[in-house]
Structure formats: C-alpha cells, structure tokens
C-alpha cells in the first residue's frame, strides 16, 4: 500500500523556493549535476525538496533544509536509518540511483510527484539498489534501477 501526502500551495512554493537555492548554492560551489533526466538542474532541485518534505512531514521528523552543498549524504534519518528520497514526475517512474554509490544511505525512496500530492509506493535497502542486476540503460548512462512492484512495502 502507497502513502500519500497532500501538500498545500503554500508548502510546495516553500519547497520551490529552497529548492531553487540548493540549485544556486550547488552551482556556485561547482557541485557536478549528476540528474539523470532531461529537466532542468532546478526543476530536480525544486521536486526533490517537494519528496523530502513530504516524506518528513508524513513521518513528523526533521527536514534538513540546509544550502551548504555535499557530496553524498542523505536526506532525514528514520528510526535510525539514513534515508535519500528520490522524486520523479514519471506515474511509473523507477527507483534510480547513479553508479556513484553513496555510502552514506541505507535506504532509498521512491516518491511519485503530481501537482501538491505525492505518494510514495515503496522503498528499497541500499544494498537492494546497488545490486549489480539492477543496472540498466534508462538513455543517460548506466544507473541502478528497481521498477515500482519490486519495492518493499510500506507496513
């Protein structure tokens, strides 16, 4: 069973707004884009603030809204996990993650954006995603890949 949150339109333009200037600071500190679709650096930015905030907002923990750029790292901590949400505006889209592993995650989230809402079909454990068969060619290089009905279920 998915999770869904609605946002209101203020709490998406909040998301926008700091998603924007993740996008500054990260560009101006040279952080390499390493986004595997065809939108814009910012739009990424903008809708993967809008996943994180969701998902911390659903479970009541704190969202790191922080501008310092950083490679790796994760995005809020759950029951002492270290949890990267990953947004897509695709309804069937995937869980992807780069071939640069990122050590600092155990678990990686699928959020599915559309409008203010946002449902979350599932997760998968880092070890899970960075299996050797889950790479695939999705049109920009090699990344790791787990379609949506293979992911855990939310309990």
């Known amino acids: 069973m998915s999770i869904v949150v609605h946002l209101t339109d203020l709490e998406a333009l909040s998301c926008r707004l700091i998603g924007n200037m993740k996008t500054i600071s990260s560009r101006t500190q040279n952080v390499k884009d390493r986004q595997m679709g065809k939108q814009e650096a910012y739009e990424t930015d903008e809708d993967g603030m809008i996943g994180e905030y969701a998902f911390c907002k659903h479970y009541n923990i704190f969202l790191d809204v922080s501008l310092s750029p950083r490679s790796g790292s994760y995005d809020c901590m759950y029951k002492g996990k270290r949890i990267d949400i990953k947004t897509t505006r695709v309804t069937n889209g995937r869980l992807i993650a780069t ?14 954006l559309e409008g203010n809402q946002v449902t979350f079909p599932g997760y998968a454990l880092a070890s899970e995603l960075y299996d050797e068969s ?3 060619n999705l049109g920009h290089g090699e990344t790791y890949a787990i379609e949506q009905q293979d992911l855990r279920q939310w309990k």
């Open 99 to 112: 071939t640069k592993k990122n050590p600092d995650v155990d678990i990686f989230v699928l959020a599915i």
């Open 134 to 136: 889950k790479l695939t």
